[in-house]
């Protein structure tokens, strides 16, 4: 009995130290980057087993991108946010509604409100879109298309070692596991079958562990995230650089048109309080009116108790 708890205690040692080694390789690993020479195609395979169909989502595109090249052969995750003007904000909305669904994504989350009276009470959505990563480039260009990006932010986030790291921790803990199977079906003590399950509950924990992060993982890798905000404008900002002239010419008309949308909001809120600013007026009315009528009574008062004096005085010399 005693000899079979050690032959398990052993072997116990020996699988533990196989699960640091392995994840300890894992991180040392070398995992220097391969640049595509001429924007071909990415390669078709990998050293190590990793899902190739969400690798090949990465394959270089013909987009307006910031230049920069997704490495062969990498776990990447890309993710973008967007500011954009729209005169025709429903339009806009429905139109990159459909191209995003015709192109295989989905909106994770929109939200719509007003931007107040100070606004014009003009709207504006804040989204989050989910697209498959090889789309993304061909959904920018659309934005682009359809509205006026302001601001535009991409991120590219190497998540290779990562990956790599984990599914080394999850390969050292799955063989573990069968191999505590395999010692629980040898087991004859009842306390080396308690230990033997007490093992296997936390082994098989963390192989769930490592897998929700795989999958997790793939989720961020083949679907990239959007982040954007659309504001619904009267006039678009311009983007594009200008000459004196056309900067001067462009800064009149808007001139022109802030002192048309000042009287215009000032005539709204005119009509719109004329209620409230008829009660006030009759308030102060009054008020004026009961302020004159004591002011000019003590004058006369006054100028009463004054004629009285001068008469008095004249009646005594």
Known sequence: MKKTS?????VLICVSMLFVGCSK?????????SYPQNGGSYADSA?????MDVISTFAPTDSKSDGSDVLSGRMVIRNAELAVE???FDAFINSITDKLISLGGYIQSNRVNERGYRYGNLRYAD???RIPADKLDIFLREVDGIGNVIERYENVDDVTEQYVDIEARLSAVRTEYDTLLEL???AESLEDIITLQDRLSSVRYQIESYEGKLRNYDSLISYSTVSMNVYEVERETSVEKETFGQEASRKFKESLQDVGDGMRTFAIWFIGNLPTILIW?????????????????????????????????????
């Open 47 to 51: 050293e190590h087993s990793l899902n």
């Open 25 to 33: 390789s894992a991180k040392e690993a070398d995992y220097s980057p």
């Open 6 to 10: 050690v032959i398990i205690i052993a």
């Open 127 to 129: 989204m989050v879109l």
């Open 184 to 186: 629980l079906s040898r």
């Open 281 to 317: 007026a009759v308030i102060i009315a009054v008020i004026v009116l009961i302020v004159l009528r004591i002011t000019l009574g003590g004058r006369k008062k006054r100028k009463a108790r004054k004629e009285i004096k001068t008469a008095s005085a004249e009646n005594e010399k």
């Open 86 to 88: 729209t005169k025709e």
